[in-house]
């Protein structure tokens, strides 16, 4: 069945960077986008942007934008997470989320997310 | 941005009753050329991920009992859990993924009379 596989929790001083992977498992991994979500304690999740599995193109939202970078690793069916200069209101946990099909007009950006990994929190504090 | 808001922000209902959250988004989330509405809701338990109940507004995602169900077009829909189980009990949150960026609702807590 559809997996997605999330390091573990981080804990890391602000100013940092941290790099959270995603390996996927029962499926074609470049057939399907993978979005990345936030959700800080309490809060609803927060769309971060995603990524082409197939054209390795990301899509970051404006408020993200300059400190995160969504990368890829085909051969191991894998996706990562860098997020740079961590600030305390980075503290969240992270999730990756396979979106729609590589293949269709939008190249998967416009799809519900079916599967979800299982989350990864980062903690930024002193 | 599409902004999505929910309502109520906290529901409780007995079990076996009938439990109903809307979700309005700023602008209509149907296509034209398709006529689908880019619209999809999530339940979530505590420690747990977003888990896909509904997607196309009413198509329901294998595997999610049929007591769950989605309705609604253009920018008002509604989820309805037809009889409420114990199991039941998370946080649901509405999402559009008709244009960038995707955007969830605030949640809603479903709780047990």
């Known amino acids: 069945q559809v997996q997605l596989e999330q390091s573990g929790s981080e804990l890391k001083k602000p100013g940092a960077s941290v790099k959270v992977s995603c390996k996927a498992s029962g499926y074609s991994f470049s057939d399907y986008g993978v979005n990345w979500v936030r959700q800080a304690p309490g809060q609803g999740p927060e769309w971060m942007g995603w990524?082409?599995?197939?054209?390795?193109?990301?899509t970051y939202v404006q408020g993200f934008t300059g400190r995160i970078v969504f990368s890829l690793d085909t051969s191991v069916s894998t996706a990562y997470l860098q997020i740079s200069s961590l600030k305390a209101e980075d503290t969240a946990v992270y999730y990756c989320a396979r979106g729609g099909r590589t293949f269709e007009s939008s190249g998967g950006n416009f799809a519900w997310f079916d599967s979800w990994g299982q989350g990864t929190l980062v903690t930024v504090s002193s | 941005d599409i902004v999505m808001t929910q309502s109520p922000d906290s529901l409780a209902v007995s079990l076996g009753e009938r439990a109903t959250i809307n979700c309005k988004s700023s602008q209509s989330v149907l296509y034209d050329s398709n006529k689908k509405n880019y619209f999809a809701w999530y339940q979530q338990k505590p420690g747990q991920p977003p888990n896909l109940l509904i997607y196309?507004?009413?198509t329901r995602e294998s595997g999610v009992p049929d007591r769950f169900s989605g309705s609604g077009s253009g920018t008002d829909f509604t989820l309805t859990i037809s009889s409420l189980q114990a199991e039941d009990v998370a946080v649901y949150y509405c999402q559009q993924y008709y244009s960038n960026p995707h955007t969830f609702g605030q949640g809603t807590k479903l709780e047990i009379k």
């Open positions: 990524i082409n599995t197939k054209t390795g193109n990301p």
């Open positions: 196309w507004a009413s």
